[in-house]
């Protein structure tokens, strides 16, 4: 199914109020992807993509591979920020809309961190690239209020300082649960809230036909070493102390995890 087809389906399905869900590799863990009524596919015929910027970015169509990201970028020194385990499996499409992550990219690579860009397609079939300046107007001409409501969200949520302080807050941790709300704090343009509100959004939002990343730096030269210290708050300090350095990830093992429990 290509593009147009999919925009068609999905407003079909919506003018006959019938609801849709998204697959990529199916690899999510909660049943993201499991329907009882119509399940699109965006994996095999989805996998355009195009090096931009000598590899600072990339342009990426939903069904691609994380594994395959990371090998297109590698001869540019780069690699695709969001790292989950499943990376070999599950594809562009799962890993942004999931927000997932794993032990490196923390709260500083992940998609949040590195979404430029996306073409989405929303539930009725309309069309946003967010790159073209001309499909923002048009959006803007074709929904009236969509993005007066993206900005008085936004501005309603500022303005409850104590609220906005416990977002940002929350969201340094890192948490790939729920609704990337952090993007009414962090963003003025409603068009880049939209775009990061998609991430984490369990295809609740809208349907994602590419989107442009922001590469990240990939160290050839790596080492890790393990260390035991005599309890877990000197383990503790010790993590902070290290993220002052060049460290990139810290797992903190207790003793049961050696001794089996
Ligand atoms: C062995 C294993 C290890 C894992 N390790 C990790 C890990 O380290 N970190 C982690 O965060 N997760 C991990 N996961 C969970 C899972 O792999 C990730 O969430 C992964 O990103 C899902 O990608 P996927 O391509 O399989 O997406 P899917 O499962 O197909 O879909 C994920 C979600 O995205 C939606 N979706 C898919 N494509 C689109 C689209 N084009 N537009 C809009 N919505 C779309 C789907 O509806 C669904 O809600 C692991 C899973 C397994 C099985």
Known sequence: MNEAELQHCMSAAFSQKLPVTFKAAGTSLSGQTISDSILLLANE???NYE???DGKKVRLQPGIIGGRVNR????YGRKFGPDPASINAAMVGGI???NA???????????????????IIFADGTLLDTADEKS???????KPGFIEKIEEIRDRVRADE???ARIKKKYSIKNTTGFSINAFVDYDDPFQ??????IGSEGALAFVAEVTMRSVIKLDCKASSMVYFPDIVTACKAVVALKQGPVDSAELLDRLSFEGG
């Open 72 to 75: 297109i970028l590698a001869p």
């Open 101 to 119: 992550s794993g032990m490196n990219c923390g709260t500083h690579e992940n998609a949040y961190k590195t979404i430029e860009d996306a073409r």
């Open 45 to 47: 015929g989805w996998e």
């Open 136 to 142: 923002r107007a048009d959006f803007r001409l074709r």
């Open 193 to 198: 809230i939209i775009i990061n509100l998609l």
């Open 162 to 164: 104590p609220f906005a």
């Open 96 to 98: 942004i809309i999931n």
């Open 51 to 53: 090096v931009l910027d």
